[in-house]
């Protein structure tokens, strides 16, 4: 399929920013979708690159206004559904938010998408749909417990995703990505808030006893993973593990950030653990490798795993 027209939700976000970006250089033409919600601030220098570019777009509104997604959606060759409440300890304070965006909001999607006659809706998930898993990798087969407001929006949106294909053949995916990071990641994931404790000099905060682990992906894999799921044959309402496969603790990152910035003898501080968050998060991307692998787009392997050179044993912490 010759894609033409996609539909970004939450392109002003860190990952949408950068698929944006990486959709227009490719020669697509891109309509973002944002409402540049109050969560965190700094968005719109996220699309500066984007911004003037003759083939984007932006529609400034919001998922949960029904009218406006059918207006925007109607013909588009694919939909990237990125927006969201996102952020675990968020949701744990305002589950109402959590679930309006991210469960209803997604629905508005599925509608708009089925209305306009979308060939394929690629839907983001998340690896907090598992819960508390153990120190193992989990496949799309293990059972999903979610022990967040979050994930239990997430693991809803999904189950919509799969039910739209079944009862309506709209053409559907989830992606279940792990902790993401890279350029312009959001400001309150565990990467980006210890770097810049490390570099103002201030000891990193650690929650719990940092021997919780994560599965951390970098985001120009992630991007590729979307890439591939937007053209990919017998998707069939999947969800699909998009993980680096090298989860490391958070103490581990913790000592390789100081590293990298030269700051060794900042010695972190331990805070009470969070509700939430889960302990260990591993994902086996055997079924992304076999249903993605192959695809424009395809995960280069620039990223994944690349940040800790391949050496395995971690863990880490913040929300997904
Ligand atoms: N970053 C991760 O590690 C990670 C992990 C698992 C899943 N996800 C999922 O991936 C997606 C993108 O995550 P991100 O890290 O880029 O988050 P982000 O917060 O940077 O991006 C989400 C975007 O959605 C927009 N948005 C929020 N509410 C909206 C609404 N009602 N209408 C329109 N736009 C709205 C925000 O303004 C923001 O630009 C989310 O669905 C998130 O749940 C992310």
Same mark, same amino acid.
């Given at each position: ?132 898993? #153990?120190?193992?990798?989990? =496949?799309?087969? /293990? *059972? ?6 979050? &994930?239990?929006?997430?693991?809803? !949106? ?117 509700? #939430?968050?889960?302990?260990? =998060?591993?994902? /086996? *991307? ?6 993605? &692998?192959?695809?424009?787009?395809? !995960? ?21």
């Amino acid at each position: 399929m010759r894609l033409v027209r996609v539909i970004i939700t939450g392109a002003a976000g860190f990952i949408g920013s950068n698929l944006t970006e990486q959709l227009l250089n490719e020669g697509h033409e891109v309509v973002g979708v944002d409402n540049f919600d109050d969560y965190y601030s700094g968005k719109t220098m996220f699309l500066e690159r984007s911004s003037d570019h003759p083939r984007f777009s932006m529609v400034r509104g919001d998922i949960l206004d029904l009218d406006l997604m059918k207006r925007t959606m109607k013909g588009a060759d694919a939909v990237v559904h990125l927006a969201a409440q996102a952020g675990v300890r968020f949701s744990v304070k305002d589950p109402l938010k959590s679930h309006m965006v991210n469960v209803v909001g997604t629905l508005n999607v599925l509608l708009a998408s089925l209305e306009g006659g979308v060939k394929r809706v690629v839907n983001s998930s998340s690896s907090s749909v598992y819960g508390n898993i #153990g120190h193992r990798p989990v =496949t799309e087969m /293990d *059972p999903v417990r979610p022990v967040s407001p979050y &994930a239990t929006s997430k693991l809803a !949106a999904e189950i919509y995703c799969r039910q739209f294909y079944e009862l309506y053949g709209l053409d559907t995916v989830s992606l279940r990505y792990f902790t993401v990071y890279g350029p312009r990641q959001r400001p309150d994931m565990a990467i980006r808030i210890f770097t810049e404790r490390i570099l103002k000099g201030l000891p990193p905060q650690i929650y719990g006893d940092g021997e919780q682990s994560r599965d951390f992906t970098f985001v120009e894999d992630v991007v590729a993973a979307i890439r591939s799921a937007m053209t990919a044959p017998d998707l069939k309402g999947a969800a699909i593990n998009i993980s680096g496969g090298k989860p490391i603790t958070v103490n581990r990152l913790v000592q390789e950030l100081q590293a990298v910035c030269g700051r060794r003898d900042l010695d972190p501080v331990y805070l009470p653990s969070q509700p #939430g968050d889960v302990d260990h =998060t591993w994902g /086996d *991307p055997t079924l992304a490798a076999r249903l993605l &692998a192959g695809r424009p787009g395809r !995960a280069s392997g620039k990223g994944s795993g690349s940040m800790w050179n391949g050496t395995g044993a971690a863990k880490s912490g913040g929300p997904s």
